[in-house]
């Protein structure tokens, strides 16, 4: 995102969203005895949505104003290098800690993002949310490619419309191979409210606001089944809740009624999430279901803890940013020499 356009209360709420996440895969699995703090940390899985609704606003932002050749490479540098170099760290720790080894097949698939295309499974459990962000991003560039990203007013509401029909009937079946169908109310309410912040709340805005966030909190109650053992509607609507108070704070940062000023802390916490989201699960249990001979849980999970913000670090400082940093660049510099080479080539046949 522009330094310019930076809403630095994301950052910490994108932070907060991984960490909730993290405990929730260490702390509150069936075989844990963190009994009392698993009372909390089980609603951590509801970092996921948080994040769905927070990539909308981010990047419809990253979107507005560029082509589709710049959102695609700015897209790409954020979302792959980090994606590999995590990949190999999990791989490692698997194979050191229960000499588990994957095939170069699965691996190679896995770094495509797009192995559940072709039958691979995941290597790490949460890769299925950056398919998620995949299929959006895929979306948003060909609304760019095709210079139709700007008519919110018509896409929005095909988006929406096909959401509540999916969520009712079931149709069109083949929506998920596109957008995944459960998740995009949460991507609609932060493109809605980047749409707010830019041209208020008009009626559209409201209707797909309300719409899309009704929808959220319906297919939310349903999908803690599938993150919740057992749960009752108190949890569902406890869910609900949750989701739904992170939903008010980015539509008061979109709108200006909240900020916070930036600084190197809080700017590094937002550019550790990435990292720590994506190492802190299978690696992590990992380690801790290695050392459980020799460490008490308490002290296995908080060392884990420690470990991967350490690796995350390293990722974020020593591959994400010069790689994603080198990718822009060469990037930028790219059709440029093409258009030399291209004029070059054109001059010889002339000649």
């Given at each position: 995102m522009p330094k310019e356009n930076r809403f630095h209360i994301l950052d910490l709420i994108r932070f907060f969203a991984a960490f909730a996440v993290m405990l929730y895969h260490l702390t509150a699995r069936p075989e844990s005895s963190f009994e009392v703090l698993e009372e909390l940390t089980r609603f951590g899985f509801l970092g996921?949505?948080?994040?769905?609704?927070?990539?909308?606003?981010?990047?419809?932002?990253?979107?507005?104003?560029?082509?589709?050749?710049?959102?695609?490479?700015?897209?790409?540098?954020?979302?792959?290098?980090?994606?590999?170099?995590?990949?190999?760290?999990?791989?490692?720790?698997?194979?050191?800690?229960?000499?588990?080894?994957?095939?170069?097949?699965?691996?190679?698939?896995?770094?495509?993002?797009?192995?559940?295309?072709?039958?691979?499974?995941?290597?790490?459990?949460?890769?299925?949310?950056?398919?998620?962000?995949?299929?959006?991003?895929?979306?948003?560039?060909?609304?760019?490619?095709?210079?139709?990203?700007?008519?919110?007013?018509?896409?929005?509401?095909?988006?929406?419309?096909?959401?509540v029909v999916h969520a009712a009937i079931g149709e069109p079946w083949f929506m998920g191979w596109f957008i995944t169908p459960v998740w995009s109310p949460f991507f609609i309410v932060g493109v809605a409210l980047h749409h707010a912040r830019k041209n208020g709340f008009g009626r559209f805005n409201i209707a797909i606001l309300a719409t899309a966030s009704a929808l959220a909190a319906f297919n939310l109650f349903q999908a803690a089944d599938g993150f919740l053992s057992a749960p009752s509607i108190y949890d569902r609507l406890v869910c609900v809740a949750i989701v739904a108070l992170a939903g008010v704070l980015l539509a008061m940062s979109a709108l200006g009624r909240i900020s916070i000023r930036g600084n190197r802390t809080i700017f590094l916490a937002g550019a550790l999430t990435y990292p720590l989201y994506l190492l802190h699960n299978k690696a992590g249990k990992a380690i801790i279901d290695a050392s459980a001979e020799r460490l008490p849980e308490w002290l296995a999970v908080s060392l884990t803890i420690g470990l991967v913000f350490v690796a995350?670090?390293?990722?974020?400082?020593?591959?994400?940013?010069?790689?994603?940093?080198?990718?822009?660049?060469?990037?930028?510099?790219?059709?440029?020499?093409?258009?030399?080479?291209s004029r070059l080539t054109l001059s010889k046949d002339r000649g």
């Amino acid at each position: 995102m522009p330094k310019e356009n930076r809403f630095h209360i994301l950052d910490l709420i994108r932070f907060f969203a991984a960490f909730a996440v993290m405990l929730y895969h260490l702390t509150a699995r069936p075989e844990s005895s963190f009994e009392v703090l698993e009372e909390l940390t089980r609603f951590g899985f509801l970092g996921v949505p948080v994040f769905f609704m927070l990539s909308g606003f981010v990047i419809a932002i990253s979107a507005n104003g560029r082509t589709a050749y710049e959102f695609g490479v700015s897209r790409f540098a954020r979302l792959y290098p980090g994606l590999w170099i995590c990949i190999a760290i999990t791989i490692g720790v698997i194979y050191l800690a229960n000499g588990e080894v994957f095939s170069p097949y699965r691996v190679a698939a896995n770094f495509t993002l797009l192995n559940d295309y072709i039958g691979q499974k995941n290597i790490d459990g949460v890769y299925w949310t950056l398919q998620t962000e995949l299929k959006f991003y895929a979306c948003i560039f060909l609304l760019v490619l095709f210079n139709v990203f700007h008519r919110f007013n018509v896409w929005l509401s095909a988006w929406t419309a096909l959401s509540v029909v999916h969520a009712a009937i079931g149709e069109p079946w083949f929506m998920g191979w596109f957008i995944t169908p459960v998740w995009s109310p949460f991507f609609i309410v932060g493109v809605a409210l980047h749409h707010a912040r830019k041209n208020g709340f008009g009626r559209f805005n409201i209707a797909i606001l309300a719409t899309a966030s009704a929808l959220a909190a319906f297919n939310l109650f349903q999908a803690a089944d599938g993150f919740l053992s057992a749960p009752s509607i108190y949890d569902r609507l406890v869910c609900v809740a949750i989701v739904a108070l992170a939903g008010v704070l980015l539509a008061m940062s979109a709108l200006g009624r909240i900020s916070i000023r930036g600084n190197r802390t809080i700017f590094l916490a937002g550019a550790l999430t990435y990292p720590l989201y994506l190492l802190h699960n299978k690696a992590g249990k990992a380690i801790i279901d290695a050392s459980a001979e020799r460490l008490p849980e308490w002290l296995a999970v908080s060392l884990t803890i420690g470990l991967v913000f350490v690796a995350s670090y390293g990722v974020y400082r020593w591959v994400e940013r010069p790689t994603g940093k080198a990718i822009k660049q060469y990037a930028n510099r790219l059709p440029a020499a093409i258009s030399r080479l291209s004029r070059l080539t054109l001059s010889k046949d002339r000649g």
